[in-house]
């Protein structure tokens, strides 16, 4: 997978923008000065895709995304009016392009943003929901697992990064393992405690028939059936339960902002005490990806109100190093570079939108060279495109021109986007003279 050309105009700032990529690089930073753009146009080409996907809600701006997908070239484009695609030049019909989808659109399209800001995240709202209702309750795998490959936009979040981790451990890569050790110090696993929470539906009893009603909150052992938690959630966690050291059902009142009065909550907490249980679980799947979906469910199903992990470090021993004692910094490295791993084999494009804002200077520095390096041992290199935004000078310093784009708006205000351009200077003696 692989961006070849992005032409955006009439997404807010974003007047006849045009964006050209080198498609020989793994890598692409779009820099420029605050409002330049630069998030407009992660938004606008996560739209597009979004859009194309799901065959509605056209985007309201004029587009065209030019990309490689092995030896096919891809065009999305409304600019004759109406949304199309086409292929080495033939326009496809809508019929034509859905029942072949895997050969016109990229398996996944990653978004991450590292503020508070969810103007990113809700673009990524609908397929998550649609995902979401199709393996809430599903017990049936093939389903299950359609839902999954159809789930092609996904939007990563800070409890990726732990699901990424204890793929890692759970499926060991010598590689992997070394760059976890050289790079941030983690040289194994140490625990984890999952804590498990009532989900909606055992919450509210207006959703479930009359003479289901009291089955969830009447019947004390229902914290340890996982509340009838169904699909890959409720497998997942009944895997956790039955190789957890002694779980235990509690209650509690978890204050999830300053606004919340702190209901009651019913919990089951579940306690992997060792890489070898950790690795017992990892059994029950087929490889790292699908253990990472497993245990994502349990997340985007509502089941899961915490997950902490501990870890041994080159300085700390002790396995009481947890997930949230990492620096802000090193937990989106983990993310970001667990999902690549994650992705591997699949033509995926990751749009990162300043995932290098806590970052110490030496990692802004080589976050690109980090990132190549993880690709090449954990992922398939010629299937992804990374394109990133950045304010920060050291991210870019080490970078060849290729892989950097610039962004500007002239005076009429129409958005400019290439490559950089230096002066030389040049003395000579003779000048001098």
Wanted: aromatic residues 10%; proline residues 4%; glycine residues 6%.
């Amino acid at each position: 997978m692989r961006l070849d050309r992005v032409y955006i105009d009439g997404f807010k700032n974003l007047k006849e923008a045009e964006c050209r990529f080198d498609e020989a690089h793994l890598t692409t930073v779009i820099i420029g000065q605050n409002g330049a753009g630069k998030s407009n146009l992660i938004e606008a080409i996560v739209e597009v895709f979004r859009s194309a996907d799901l065959n509605r809600g056209a985007p309201r701006f004029r587009y065209e995304v030019e990309y490689q997908l092995h030896k096919a070239r891809i065009i999305l484009s409304n600019l004759t009016g109406k949304p199309t695609v086409t292929c080495n030049g033939k326009k496809l019909s809508r019929k034509e392009f859905d029942e072949n989808k895997e050969a016109y659109f990229p398996d996944l399209v990653f978004g991450y943003y590292s503020g508070a800001s969810r103007r990113l995240e809700q673009l990524f709202d609908s397929h998550q929901r649609r995902y979401y209702d199709a393996i809430k309750l599903n017990e049936n795998p093939i389903e299950c697992q359609e839902a999954r490959v159809a789930r092609r936009l996904f939007y990563c979040r800070p409890i990726h990064g732990i699901f990424a981790l204890l793929s890692c451990f759970a499926y060991p890569t010598p590689s992997v393992l070394k760059l976890l050790k050289e790079k941030l110090g983690v040289t194994a696993f140490n625990s984890a405690l999952a804590i498990f929470r009532e989900p909606w539906y055992a919450k509210s009893t207006k959703r479930i028939p009359k003479k289901r009603q009291g089955l969830f909150n009447e019947n004390p052992n229902m914290a340890r059936a996982l509340w009838g938690a169904k699909g890959p959630a409720g497998q997942c966690a009944r895997a956790i339960r039955d190789l957890a050291f002694h779980p235990i059902a509690v209650k509690d009142k978890p204050i999830d902002d300053y606004r919340d009065k702190g209901g009651e909550e019913e919990q089951l907490g579940a306690f992997i005490r060792s890489l070898e249980t950790l690795k017992a679980l990892a059994k029950k799947y087929k490889n790292d990806a699908e253990f990472f979906a497993a245990l994502e469910a349990t997340d985007i199903s509502d089941l899961v109100r915490d997950l902490h992990l501990w870890v041994n470090r080159t300085n700390d021993e002790t396995g009481d190093v947890s997930f949230s004692d990492l620096s802000d910094g090193e937990r989106q490295l983990l993310m970001v570079m667990g999902l690549i791993r994650i992705s591997r084999g699949k033509r995926a494009l990751f749009l990162l939108d300043e995932p290098d804002t806590h970052l110490n200077p030496h990692w802004q520095h080589s976050y690109l060279d980090l990132i190549n390096e993880w690709t090449e041992v954990a992922s398939t290199e010629s299937k992804c495109h990374i394109i990133m935004t950045s304010h920060n000078p050291l991210t870019i310093a080490a970078l060849k021109k290729e892989e950097v784009r610039v962004m500007a708006a002239d005076a009429s205000g129409k958005v400019n986007i290439g490559p950089p351009y230096t002066c030389l200077l040049y003395t000579s003696d003779a000048a001098d003279d």
